[in-house]
């Protein structure tokens, strides 16, 4: 009998953060938001425009805390593994949470499908083909032209298995060009490659580099939108220069634990899609070029991230892809 107490009490001690997060006094103490990638990236952007409205709403801070490498699936094994109490989250993407799990099957430490639940996506966010400034080409046509009369004597920087380091692969492949890859750990390493002189050519988000490319510092070539962005009017998409069905969009949406208690993920889906149709932070997104997206249910996130898993299985296949 006294066994069966000590165990009965090991378990309501096992049990109590759960229990105590289905409370509604939930939060009690700061939200952990953690980011796969380095600061300045799509990610770390959204999570920084999230993280205070969420604040407001919750009155907790909300940190952030940036645990960049191997393409993500670093802070995806710490999310998974932390305390299911509703404290710890990941801002995940289609690298880190779709890309990652195809690329890197069977040498993972944590399955993200299983070990982490959808929340909602937070934004969608088109990515861009750039060089630095002083790289003669002014137009795709001309830069592929450059690229093709170099050939393996150009660089391109991008994370090492993301989805801008498959996009390029992809568009080199469409092209018939080649590139030497510099890995990178996320767009706060890639902008110093290209501006440092160490790598001539890249695929990364609008977010992070707008500023740079209205500076006049970087060159914009290409989209991976459907459609022109009002603030770049002269820059093409993919299927306008002759590439449909190549480049992707970076998704980011946020994630927790698996085993968190439905009634807060259901909270805090309710709350961000509230945040995200608020007239201010949707002109803060505008501003920042994250085009806002958001999830109707967690439920069809989760789908939508095994949706776009699938896409990539079939990605990598057909371009025979393998990384060390």
């Known amino acids: 009998m006294k066994a069966a107490a000590r165990r009965f009490a090991m378990l309501c001690l096992t049990l109590l953060p759960l229990i105590g997060v289905a409370a509604d006094s939930y939060p009690q103490r700061p939200l952990r938001f953690i980011i796969p990638f380095p600061p300045g990236g799509a990610n770390d952007i959204v999570a920084r425009l999230v993280g205070p409205k969420l604040t407001e709403r919750l009155g907790q801070q909300v940190v952030v805390d940036n645990r960049p490498g191997a393409s993500g699936s670093i802070a995806v094994e710490i999310t998974a593994r932390a305390q299911p109490d509703g404290y710890t989250f990941i801002v ?42 002083r790289l003669p080409p002014d137009n795709f046509r001309e830069l592929i032209a450059y690229i093709k009369a170099r050939p393996g004597q150009l660089n391109y920087a991008a994370p090492l298995g993301g989805h801008p380091h498959l996009d390029m692969l992809a568009l080199l492949a469409a092209t018939g060009t080649s590139m030497v890859h510099i890995p990178s750990k996320g767009a706060g390493q890639t902008i110093p490659s290209l501006l440092g ?52 969009i970076n998704w980011v949406g946020l994630f927790a634990p698996a085993r968190v208690s439905p009634a807060i993920i259901n909270r805090l889906h309710t709350i961000i899609v509230d945040i995200l149709s608020q007239p201010e932070l949707k002109e803060t997104y505008a501003k920042r070029l994250v085009p806002l997206a958001v999830s109707r249910s967690p439920a069809e996130f989760n789908a939508f991230v095994a949706a776009e898993t699938r896409r990539w299985v079939k990605i990598v296949k057909d371009n025979n892809i393998r990384l060390p």
């Open 197 to 248: 002189g160490e790598s001539q050519v890249s695929n990364t988000n609008v977010a992070s580099v707008i500023g740079l490319i209205r500076a006049g510092q970087l060159k914009a070539y290409a989209l991976t939108s459907e459609e022109r962005m009002p603030e770049l009017p002269g820059v093409p998409t993919f299927a306008e220069v002759g590439l449909k069905g190549v480049g992707s």
């Open 92 to 133: 995940g993407n289609n690298t880190s949470n779709s890309i990652a799990p195809v690329l890197y099957a069977g040498r993972l430490k944590v399955d993200a499908a299983k070990e982490l639940t959808g929340i909602s996506l937070l934004a969608a966010i088109p990515h861009v083909v750039i060089a630095p400034a």
